[in-house]
């Protein structure tokens, strides 16, 4: 472990009451970059001061001014109202996927962001002695899909992705109203039906970043498809890989995802280990409850479950 020293440096920091900024975005504007192996690096970040930092690797003090510039983007609970929609959770529950939101667990912000930058870039590498470890705080951490599975209760048979023909999965996303998979790549969402719409709406807040609420990408689809028809797909690889893509990545503007889950995962592994959570850190403000407007079951949207229970649910979110 390298200890952190050094002097203070300008910080801008975040508050829990920062606009969100467009969540997949690569990188900050600017015309002053170099490129270290292919990567672009901005030069305008300002620096971060590194006390009371733990460092596994020397190399990742130069890393840790990207983190801290990067947004978390914490998991929201659903309103209680929404948790009305039986038809919605019934498949949540069925993909072992309730714990992303509802009684979603703590987020303790700089400890997060500590475990990302001790990624080793090695850590899928099975020749690597640091296979599938990340050091933080002098204590390893254990993290593979299968850690976040086994955290959310998934059974290990439901790990194994489907080939899919997007054709099929945008007749079943829209209701048979779009039969052929667009060729600019892009569902529209205003095409898809009422469960569906749902579902992109918690996943693009929970699971996967996307600035293209207009339109729902080929791998965000595929998702929705497999958890409204029951199939299998490796939720636990998703949440590895999305959170390795920030071992190596110098961009600001790329949200870190699952930092609730990532806090307690930690945790679970050292519950009673002062040195893991320091004494009186701050927890991470909870963002406000996911909640659903009433057009969301009325329109062009093809209604696929029950509108009682969702008018019950859009009443109280504000249209």
Not at 258 to 278: A, D, G, K, T
């Amino acid at each position: 472990m390298v200890a952190s020293t050094g002097r203070k440096r300008k910080h801008v920091s975040e508050t829990d009451s920062e606009p969100e900024v467009e969540p997949d975005v690569p990188d900050i504007s600017t015309t002053t970059k170099k490129r270290i192996k292919g990567k672009r690096i901005p030069l305008n970040v300002p620096d971060a001061p590194i006390d009371n930092v733990s460092f596994h690797f020397a190399s990742s003090t130069q890393s840790w001014k990207f983190v801290v510039q990067r947004r978390l983007a914490k998991e929201k609970e659903l309103h209680e109202d929404a948790l009305g929609l039986k038809e919605i959770m019934d498949l949540l529950v069925d993909a072992s996927l309730m714990k992303t939101v509802k009684d979603i667990g703590r987020c303790f912000t700089q400890l997060v962001r500590e475990f990302i930058v001790n990624i080793p870039t090695d850590c899928d590498d099975e020749s690597s002695y640091e296979y599938r470890k990340v050091y933080v705080r002098g204590k390893c951490v254990n993290f593979s899909p299968e850690v976040v599975n086994e955290f959310l209760g998934r059974s290990p048979a439901a790990v194994t992705d489907e080939e899919l023909d997007l054709n099929k999965v945008a007749k079943t996303l829209t209701g048979k109203m779009v039969k052929k998979w667009p060729k600019k790549g892009l569902l529209p969402s205003g095409k898809l039906t009422t469960k569906y719409v749902v579902l992109f709406k918690i996943e693009c807040a929970n699971w996967m970043a996307t600035n293209h609420l207009s339109g729902v990408t080929a791998p965000l689809s595929k998702m929705l498809y497999l958890i409204g028809t029951g199939g299998e797909f490796d939720f636990g690889q998703l949440v590895f890989e999305q959170t390795l893509k920030h071992a190596g990545s110098y961009a600001v503007r790329l949200p870190s995802l699952f930092p609730c889950l990532l806090s307690e995962i930690i945790v679970q592994q050292h519950p009673h280990n002062p040195h893991v959570v320091r004494a009186n850190e701050p927890q991470g403000k909870k963002p406000m409850p996911l909640k659903f407007a009433y057009r969301l079951f009325s329109g062009t949207h093809v209604p696929d479950i029950g509108l009682s229970a969702a008018k019950g649910s859009a009443s109280a979110s504000g249209t």
